[in-house]
């Protein structure tokens, strides 16, 4: 096609069914902004809040190195942060926004199937899908990317309809944001990058060399910055931090995660229909391009993304050792596939009307969809969070103890309840997850389901059922008997900026095959903000090796400390002494070396008498 034939705007949506859309576009946005209020946050939303957001450090290599740092959605989450506050929309808002961009590609994509049913078999397909509708309302990176990602394509598209030069600058942009928010769409952008050069070079190598050398200067200006997030993920992949996956196989591990995430099931059968659909897909869409290529470019272009993407994982799996990709780490797989079925179903629907029937396939992600609608519930990690009843339960009961009650907890509710702590005060202690399902601590926040403790009913009380995650809260009946072992004054501390300080060192030969409290009540002060810094408690052997480590992260639980009197009361349990411990130091681990102050400090152990 010259340019001469290409026409400026394309696309089929009526003006009743632009209506429809518009209302469809706020119905869901305003389903969005509601879960983004009411769905308690996920447990790796919080680890970015933690880690990045509150921190302030969001930035490699300052920041602290993990595959939970998805560069773009930390910043300008730390900004709706300073903006708004750490409420769960607050936290939420940059993705919930991006849902406009999200569903304004997915609209421009979709505009340009001729027939009805297809077009609104993939724009339902996009924008209502429960599992990237999920995340455009949490604190995480991978649906502000599919966002960036779509509008990518959609500029794509509008290159390819008109060949005006500025649509590469804007898709290499909307590609770099969308790659800045999820690493893995590296693979994504080169392919769109060499799509636009050959796609440059077919139409303008001879009838326009000054276009395809700007087009070729707008390329290499928008691709250099993604040197940078390569040499990220490179590092990333050094450092053994892109550990989400498998090596399985695409088959075993990359199909059946999507499958059961985008559909709501899985099986081997199914996984080897999608095959077959693919390859069906890739063999068309080949062979319309060859026969008519002046109106089989998209066709061709989403079938040439989901092929090549396939190929560069397995590339990438084979030679580099890179896990094969699961479920959010592949997500816009499903994007592809859903894209190259409908364009491929329309051009052979114009000679076949029946064959876009085979469209309805997708139509089960809208009525599953629509199946699940929640304000608080969730499809996908339901047991990595937990609804904030469970903790006002514990928070707004009367206590008559010196420190907070203890409560145990699988590890991936640690960061929720500590980013419940920290809204309330930070006045609770921390969540024990280290012999988790334990029956040591005064509460259990446990499922019934997923590593579960028969023992609990015999020494605890069910007395609350978080419906929308399975867990369930349960009250020791009789509370452990403490008995106090010992009171130590805290040295005191003036603005120091010693990374380790120890509060008081015990002898355990007494106390071996025992379970411990150990706790301290201190006024501190630090300039800033957040202080970052732990109490642990450290046991060690005659070797002076490290064999029971509890800590209390202070940072989680407040931002800052200013000095106010007796601002620190916090412990831990020591679920089991060691029949080999010889010593416990009880320290601050002061983690970047700020100065500090500590005055008025006292160290508390207390030793349990078990019932079980």
């Known amino acids: 096609?010259?340019?001469?034939?290409?026409?400026?705007?394309?696309?089929?949506?009526?003006?009743?069914?632009?209506?429809?859309?518009?209302?469809?576009?706020?119905?869901?946005?305003?389903?969005?902004?509601?879960?983004?209020?009411?769905?308690?946050?996920?447990?790796?939303?919080?680890?970015?809040?933690?880690?990045?957001?509150?921190?302030?450090?969001?930035?490699?290599?300052?920041?602290?190195w993990d595959a939970n740092n998805h560069v773009l959605n930390s910043m300008l989450t730390n900004w709706s942060y300073h903006l708004f506050g750490q409420s769960p929309l607050a936290l939420r808002l940059p993705n919930v926004l991006s849902f406009a961009l999200f569903f304004a590609g997915a609209y421009g994509i979709s505009a340009r199937l001729k027939k009805p049913l297809l077009r609104w078999g993939l724009l339902t397909s996009l924008v209502m899908s429960s599992y990237i509708f999920e995340y455009l309302a949490e604190s995480r990176g991978y649906g502000m990317s599919l966002a960036f990602l779509l509008t990518a394509v959609f500029m794509l598209i509008r290159l390819i309809e008109t060949n005006r030069a500025h649509f590469v600058l804007l898709t290499g942009l909307f590609l770099f944001l969308a790659t800045a928010a999820n690493l893995t769409m590296l693979i994504s952008s080169l392919l769109i990058f060499i799509f636009i050069f050959l796609h440059a070079v077919y139409t303008d190598l001879k009838t326009n060399k000054k276009k395809l050398l700007l087009k070729c200067g707008w390329l290499l200006l928008t691709g250099t910055p993604f040197l940078a997030l390569a040499a990220l993920s490179l590092k990333l992949k050094k450092m053994g931090l892109l550990y989400y996956g498998s090596k399985a196989g695409f088959t075993v591990v990359t199909m059946p995660s999507l499958l059961k995430q985008f559909f709501g099931f899985s099986s081997a059968y199914l996984v080897w229909f999608f095959v077959l659909v693919s390859v069906a897909i890739s063999v068309i869409a080949v062979t319309v391009f060859f026969r008519n290529r002046a109106n089989s470019k998209l066709p061709g272009f989403f079938t040439y993304l989901l092929a090549g993407s396939v190929l560069f994982i397995f590339m990438l799996a084979h030679f580099a050792g890179v896990n094969y990709p699961e479920d959010r780490t592949a997500m816009y797989l499903y994007v592809y596939f859903i894209a190259a079925l409908y364009f491929v179903l329309d051009v052979l629907s114009e000679k076949r009307k029946y064959v876009q029937l085979a469209g309805l396939l997708a139509y089960v992600v809208p009525v599953f969809f629509v199946l699940n609608i929640s304000l608080t519930g969730s499809v996908f990690s339901s047991e990595e969070r937990h609804s904030q009843k469970l903790f006002d339960l514990i928070n707004e009961r009367a206590w008559t103890s010196k420190f907070p009650p203890t409560v145990g907890g699988y590890r991936t509710q640690e960061f929720c309840w500590f980013y419940m702590n920290n809204t309330a005060g930070g006045k609770q202690g921390r969540l024990h997850w280290t012999n988790h399902p334990g029956l040591d601590a005064d509460f259990e926040l446990v499922s019934t389901q997923f590593r579960f403790n028969p023992q609990t009913y015999a020494y605890y009380d069910s007395i609350y059922r978080d419906d929308a995650t399975g867990l369930v809260l349960f009250e020791r009946k009789h509370k452990l008997n403490r008995t106090l072992i010992q009171v130590t004054d805290i040295p005191v501390a003036d603005n120091t900026t010693t990374g380790f300080y120890n509060l008081g060192k015990y002898e355990l030969d007494t106390l071996r095959n025992s379970t411990l409290y150990i706790g301290a009540e201190m006024t501190l002060e630090s300039p800033s903000q957040p202080f970052t810094a732990r109490l642990v408690a450290g046991v060690d052997n005659a070797a002076g090796e490290n064999i029971v480590y509890e800590y209390i992260p202070l940072h989680w639980l407040r931002r800052q400390y200013t000095g106010e009197e007796n601002n620190v009361l916090q412990g831990t349990l020591i679920h089991h002494v060691p029949e080999e411990a010889v010593s416990m130091t009880f320290y601050l681990w002061n983690i970047n070396e700020k100065p500090f102050s500590i005055r008025n400090g006292k160290c508390y152990l207390y030793s349990l008498e078990r019932d079980f």
């Open 1 to 64: 096609m010259t340019p001469k034939q290409q026409t400026t705007h394309v696309q089929f949506f009526s003006g009743p069914e632009k209506r429809v859309a518009v209302i469809l576009f706020a119905g869901l946005w305003a389903y969005l902004f509601l879960r983004a209020v009411y769905v308690p946050l996920l447990h790796d939303e919080i680890a970015t809040f933690f880690y990045y957001v509150q921190s302030d450090v969001y930035l490699p290599p300052k920041a602290h």
